[in-house]
Structures are given as structure tokens and as C-alpha cells.
């Protein structure tokens, strides 16, 4: 069993920055995958990045690539999502996730086994 909590979401103008942190409680932090999705209004959740359990290899959705970088520190139980240059499309809630697979290559909101509450992340223009 694993809790996830989000933090760092906010407001920020377009070509801003914002680091969101994810803390996992429970056990065996370093075996699980860890992904982040978003949800905008109305639309469905979307992957945006996801890093393997202990190799550090990461995967990104193609909106995202070169502006968000994904990292975990497994001695610390908490995996991070820097995102730079951000644009308003990037506007919705961020969720954390955790899988039991190790791999990066997970991408479908049904691989995950955890989820956090979210946490808002809204770009003005």
C-alpha cells in the first residue's frame, strides 16, 4: 500500500516555472514506477511523465518533452515534476501515481495502482 500527496501547484504566468513534489508513504517507495497525469476540464486524464523504479529512465508525453523534467530521490520516499516555460494549456490538476511495474513505458491511467488527490496547476496568458 502506498499514499501519495502532490504539493507545489499554483498560479503562474505563461513561460513560468513550477516544481510539484509528490510523498509517498507506505512501503517500498523504490519498487514502483511513479507517473504524473493531468486533467483539464472536461477533458479525460493524460499521461505527462512517468520514471522507472530504480534505473532513473524516464518517459514524457510529446507536449511536454523539453519543457518538464521528471526526477525521484528514492532515499527521500518523493518523486518531482519541474516544468518550465509553461503555457496555458498546460492548466489542470497534476495527479502523482504509482504502478507495480518497473518500467517507464506505462502510460494508460489503468497501469497505475495509486493515486494522490491532485494538485492545481493553472498558466495565465
Known amino acids: 500500500q502506498v499514499q501519495l500527496v502532490e504539493s507545489g501547484g499554483g498560479l503562474v504566468q505563461a513561460g513560468g516555472s513550477l516544481r510539484l513534489s509528490c510523498a509517498a508513504s507506505?512501503?517500498?517507495?523504490?519498487?514502483?514506477?511513479m507517473g504524473w497525469f493531468r486533467q483539464a476540464p472536461g477533458k479525460q486524464r493524460e499521461f505527462v511523465a512517468a520514471i522507472a523504479s530504480s534505473d532513473g529512465s524516464t518517459n514524457y508525453a510529446d507536449s511536454v518533452k523539453g519543457r518538464f523534467t521528471i526526477s525521484r530521490d528514492n532515499a527521500k520516499n518523493t518523486m518531482y515534476l519541474q516544468m518550465n516555460s509553461l503555457k496555458p494549456e498546460d492548466t489542470a490538476v497534476y495527479y502523482c501515481?504509482?504502478?507495480?511495474?518497473?518500467?517507464?513505458?506505462?502510460?494508460?491511467?489503468?497501469?497505475?495502482?495509486?493515486w494522490g488527490q491532485g494538485t492545481q496547476v493553472t498558466v495565465s496568458s
Open positions: 501515481a504509482a504502478t507495480y511495474y518497473r518500467s517507464s513505458w506505462h502510460v494508460a491511467t489503468g497501469e497505475y495502482n495509486y
Open positions: 507506505g512501503r517500498s517507495f523504490s519498487r514502483y514506477a
